[in-house]
Each structure stands twice: as C-alpha cells, then as structure tokens.
C-alpha cells in the first residue's frame, strides 16, 4: 500500500470525520443532561443539509446558509424537546426513548411532504464562465458591448428587455396566465397559486452578479445555484448576432466554465486537496474547541456540568435546568446544521429526507466508541469512525468485495471496543459529562 495511493483517502477521511463529530456532539451533550438517546438527532442533521442548500440555492453564499441553517436547526431542536420530551421529565426512561424515535419518523415524514422524496441538488457555488472570442467580424467590439450590455440587463432583473428569445419562454406563459386571470376575475382564487408559479419560474432564470470585459471575450460569474447559467449565455450571444446582423459561421466562441474556488485543489506533501476538506478541518476544530471552552470556562458550561451531575441539586443552587436543556439542545442542533451542510458540500451531489438515518446512527456509534456524554470523546470517535470507513470503503471496493461495506467494518471495530472498554475509549465509570 502506497503513500499516494492512501493520502487521498486519509484526507477525505479527515473531513468524513469531522462532519461526524460534529453530528457526534449532539448525542453526547443530550445524553450528558438528560440520559436520553435523542434518536431525532439525524434528522435535525437531515433539516439542516437541507435549509443550507435551499439557501445555497436560492443565491446566499457559504457562510450566511450555514447560519440559517443553524438558526433553524436550533430552533428546531429546542421545539422538539419542549413539546417531545420535556413533558415526560419525571417518565420512566424508556416513555422519552420511544417518543424519540417516533420524533425521528414524524420528522422523516414531514421533511418527504415539505420537499419531496426526490434527490435535491447541491446548487453549484457561483459558477462562473470564460467567453473567448476565437473567430470575430471587424466590430467585435460593438459584439461585445451589445453583448455586456444585455448581461447587465440580466444583472439588474431586466429580463424581457434583455431576451427575448425562447429562454423566457416558461415565464413569459405562466405570466400570461396570470395576467389573464386578473382581468377575468381579479378576486379569483387562483390568483396565489398563479403568482407563485410565475414566482418560480423567475427564479429559475440564473442572475448574473458579475462581468468582466476582457480585450476578447467576458468574464460572467453568476450567483450559487443559479440555473442553465450557459444556456443563458448562448441564448443571449445567439441573440445579440441576431440583433447586429453578425452570420453565425463568421463568429466561433469557445466558453469555458471556472473552476469554483471551494473546488480548486492544491497540492499538499504531494496529495491534491481540494479546499472543501480543509474548509471542513476549520470549521470542525474551531466549532470543537470554541465549544469546549463554553463548557469548561464559562457560566453557562458550570451550568450545564452541575444539571448534568445533578439536576435537584442544581436547582437548588439557582440554576433554570430547562433552559440550560434547551440551550443544550440548541447548540447540538446548531452544530447537526452545520455538519449538514457540510456533508452536502463534500458528497457534492444532494440531499434527500432518508439521509439522517444512516448518518445518524454512524454519529452516534461515534459517540458510543468515543465514550458517550463526553465531548472530546465525541470528537476522537467521529474522526476513528470516519476514517475506518472510508479506509474500508476504499479497499473493498478494490477488492469486489463492494464499498457499500465499509460502515460494516467500522460497526465491527465498535463491538470490538466497547467488549474490551464498554465505556468508550474516553468513557469512564465517573465522566465528567456535558
């Protein structure tokens, strides 16, 4: 086994890891406070992948998706508790496990009715395309202006000035329609459904968001998730030799997409590391250690440490044990968001309702190997888990045995351990939990 042929497959274990702590984490800080398996944890990881593409897809950037996403997977874990589990505080332990799983199905079901059972795409991060003009007549400049200026039409929202070709051609209908029904009955009742279909359809036109004039040719960069950004670019080309009575076979382009930057790799101790995985290592170690300096250095980490040793007690001193559970829950949830999306972003195809199952049971197998209610364990045993199965996956697909194994593997080494160390590789009889 060779260092090149296993570097690759150690940096994407890396990242695989880190996604898993982070899913990890919210096990492990639930079960700290409460000694309850929040077996829902994966499908708030599910909500999160997807409110972070939608607003990918919808024109937000990186960072700012990861925040709403964060924000609703927050809201959503804090909502989950106070109506799931809360009221069965003083329940026999196995009322909130059973109501945890039925949590996790109601929530499966309701993310397949709110976006469907299909596969949604992870949009593309602002793609961006290089128009060369390889073959041109003597006014190539005015090509290019006319062709510039039609893109800041674009840029601007001025779609039917700037084309007025077929591209517009599902807008232009469902705008027909609309136009039509307001002067039928303007208190129709399809009206709403008629606006948000033309809502929908506008938002599929791509939206430029930058052009630079080059001596032959553009620079256009659109916005993430925009739609067909090169069927606009052709259509409009098309167009504006139209429009300037320019024949076809006296104009060759050559369009290029960019490379996105998040995309690019480079080369590290002789491995291509695309900048996606250490994205994921950023954001992972500092989500990590910014977490357990609120546990063990600050008032709200004292809080949740003494809910967790004793909830009474902790009352006793002051402490409002619901809040720092929802707190609890709210910070778990924040960071399932953020392991979300970047799964999403380093599978790099899409998210569909059923992916918090599977993910959700490798997150807490991590949190089991790494040692349950305890957090540095929870990060050691996403990173362990994450490698063994990618590692797996690598082999035994070379091998015909079939990569869909690889989970397998890391299921075994887990039996493995806790026969030998039931608590964990960081657990103890006596861990200090939450």
């Not at 998706?65 to 909502?79: F, Q, R």
């Not at 599902?170 to 606006?195: Q, T």
């Not at 250690?289 to 008032?299: D, H, Q």
């Not at 949740?304 to 040793?309: D, F, G, I, K, P």
């Amino acid at each position: 086994m060779h260092w090149s042929e296993i570097a690759p497959q150690l940096v994407n274990a890396l990242s695989l890891g880190g996604i898993y702590a982070l899913i990890a984490v919210g096990y492990t800080m639930v079960y700290g406070i409460l000694k309850l398996i929040n077996f829902a944890h994966g499908e708030i990881f599910m909500c999160g992948a997807f409110v972070g593409v939608i607003a990918l897809s919808s024109g937000w950037s990186l960072i700012p998706s990861m925040a709403c996403a964060c924000a609703c997977c927050a809201v959503l874990g804090v909502t989950i508790d106070r109506v799931a589990y809360q009221p069965l505080r003083s329940a026999p332990k196995l009322a909130p496990l059973i109501t945890a799983l039925g949590m996790s199905i109601f929530l499966q079901n309701l993310a397949m009715m709110t976006w469907g059972s299909g596969v949604r795409p992870f949009p593309k991060l602002s793609p961006t395309y290089e128009m060369t003009l390889k073959k041109a007549p003597d006014n190539k400049a005015a090509l290019l202006d006319e062709l510039a200026s039609k893109l800041e039409k674009v840029r601007d929202g001025k779609f039917d000035e700037a084309m007025k070709g077929v591209f517009l051609g599902g807008y232009r209908v469902a705008k027909g329609h609309l136009d039509e029904e307001r002067k039928r009955d303007p208190k129709s009742k399809e009206i709403g459904g008629l606006e948000k279909r033309v809502a929908e359809e506008l938002d599929r036109i791509p939206r430029v968001t930058s052009i630079e004039r080059r001596p032959d040719g553009l620079l256009v960069a659109f916005r993430n998730g925009s739609g067909d950004a090169l069927l606009t670019l052709n259509t409009l080309r098309k167009q504006v030799q139209l429009d300037l009575g320019i024949a076809r076979t006296s104009v060759e382009w050559k369009v290029e997409p960019r490379e996105n930057a998040i995309d690019r790799s480079f080369s590290l101790f002789g491995v291509e590391v695309q900048w996606k995985q250490p994205l994921t290592w950023v954001v992972t170690l500092t989500l990590m250690l910014a977490l357990e300096f609120m546990v063990r250095k600050t008032r709200v980490g004292r809080a949740m440490r003494a809910v967790s040793l004793d909830q009474n007690t902790a009352a006793l001193m002051g402490v409002s044990v619901n809040n720092i559970i929802r707190m609890t829950f709210a910070i778990g949830s924040a960071m399932a968001a953020v392991g979300g999306v970047l799964y999403a972003l380093h599978l790099g195809g899409g998210v569909v309702f059923t992916m918090g199952t599977q993910v959700g049971i490798i997150a807490f197998s991590a949190a089991v190997l790494g040692g349950i209610g305890n957090i540095r364990g929870a990060a050691l045993g996403g990173l362990v888990i994450g490698v063994i199965t990618q590692l797996a996956t690598w082999k035994l697909g070379e091998w015909g045995i079939g990569g869909v194994y690889g989970p397998a593997v890391a299921f075994l080494v887990l039996i493995g351990v806790i026969l030998v160390r039931p608590t964990g590789l960081l657990g103890s009889s006596s861990v200090e939990r939450a």
